[in-house]
Nanobody, 122 residues
Framework: QVQLVESGGGLVQAGGSLRLSCAAS????????MGWFRQAPGKEREFVAA????????RYADSVKGRFTISRDNAKNTVYLRMNSLKPEDTAVYYC???????????????WGQGTQVTVSS
């Protein structure tokens, strides 16, 4: 069982940056693939980024490649999402998730946080 708590969301102007954090409970954090998803109002939850358990493999959505960076600190049981050059279309609730495969669909992840709101103003 893994419990996830996101933080770091907020309101930022277009072109700005934010860093989201996701703190995990449990001693098996380093065994899990960690992912970030987002969901805008009226839209389906979409994949943003994922990182392998050791941090060596990553996947990114095309829409965030070159702007977002996912990383993890297994000693702190925390995964991060650094978001640069933010655009209004990045506005969404951002969720972190834990799973066993480096997948891009929500069904690949068994555990989810409650989400943190990111709003990018134009």
């Amino acid at each position: 069982q893994v419990q996830l708590v996101e933080s770091g969301g907020g309101l930022v102007q277009a072109g700005g940056s934010l860093r989201l954090s996701c703190a995990a409970s449990g001693r098996t954090f380093s065994s899990y693939v960690m992912g970030w998803f987002r969901q805008a109002p009226g839209k389906e939850r979409e994949f943003v980024a994922a990182l392998g358990s050791s941090g060596g493999s990553t996947r990114y959505a095309d829409s965030v490649k070159g702007r977002f960076t996912i990383s993890r600190d297994n000693a702190k049981n925390t995964v991060y999402l650094r978001m640069n050059s933010l655009k209004p279309e990045d506005t969404a609730v951002y969720y972190c998730a834990a799973g066993l495969v480096l997948g891009v669909v929500p069904g690949n992840y068994a555990y989810w946080g409650q989400g943190t709101q990111v709003t990018v103003s134009s």
